[in-house]
């Protein structure tokens, strides 16, 4: 039984990495049509689900280190994309702020998220596959 479940779960990994390369691809390209690199753009969209954090939170929750989000960070701020600032109240920290300029585009860049299984699932006519599909997924995040 051992040597089937390890058979499994590297499937389970192989097909994990499969999905998350073609994401990674989809995201890479239309990225590229705005003008921003895979990075940038999973920063621009962490900072729209979680505005005013600081460099430190944030080289947390994209789970790079401080130093490339600090490049980043410089990359987008020359680009005019965002801004850091430093509240009144406490001016030992940083926090980093979306412009204007890139809050107009929110809606295209959570598109381009969701815009590639949207149209493979759209290719998918029966529903309860797509359940199933769901329910699958959900019973992995659960058990790991």
Same mark, same amino acid.
């Given at each position: 039984?051992?040597?089937?479940? !390890?058979?499994?779960? !590297? ?11 073609? @994401? ?7 990225? !590229?049509?705005?003008? @921003?690199?895979m990075p940038q753009l999973l &920063?621009? /969209?962490?900072? @729209? ?10 080289? +947390? #929750? %994209?789970?790079?280190? *401080? ?7 410089? #990359?987008?701020? *020359?680009?005019?994309? &965002?801004?850091?600032? =430093?509240?009144?109240?406490? #001016? #030992?920290?940083?926090?980093? @702020? ?7 585009? =929110? ?8 815009? /590639?299984?949207? +149209?493979? %699932?759209?290719?998918?006519s029966d529903s309860l596959k ?15």
């Amino acid at each position: 039984m051992s040597q089937q479940l !390890n058979e499994y779960s !590297n499937k389970i990994v192989d097909l994990l990495k499969g999905i998350q390369k073609k @994401f990674k691809d989809h995201i890479i390209e239309n990225g !590229n049509e705005l003008g @921003f690199t895979m990075p940038q753009l999973l &920063l621009i /969209h962490e900072l @729209f689900c979680t505005p005013e954090i600081t460099l430190n939170d944030l080289s +947390k #929750r %994209l789970n790079l280190s *401080k130093s490339t989000v600090s490049g980043i960070v410089d #990359r987008l701020e *020359k680009q005019g994309v &965002l801004k850091r600032i =430093r509240p009144d109240d406490n #001016r #030992r920290i940083v926090k980093i @702020f979306l412009t204007e300029k890139i809050i107009e585009k =929110r809606d295209i860049v959570a598109h381009i998220k969701t815009e /590639h299984l949207t +149209k493979s %699932l759209e290719k998918e006519s029966d529903s309860l596959k797509i359940i199933s599909l769901i329910d699958s997924l959900e019973y992995l995040y659960k058990i790991l």
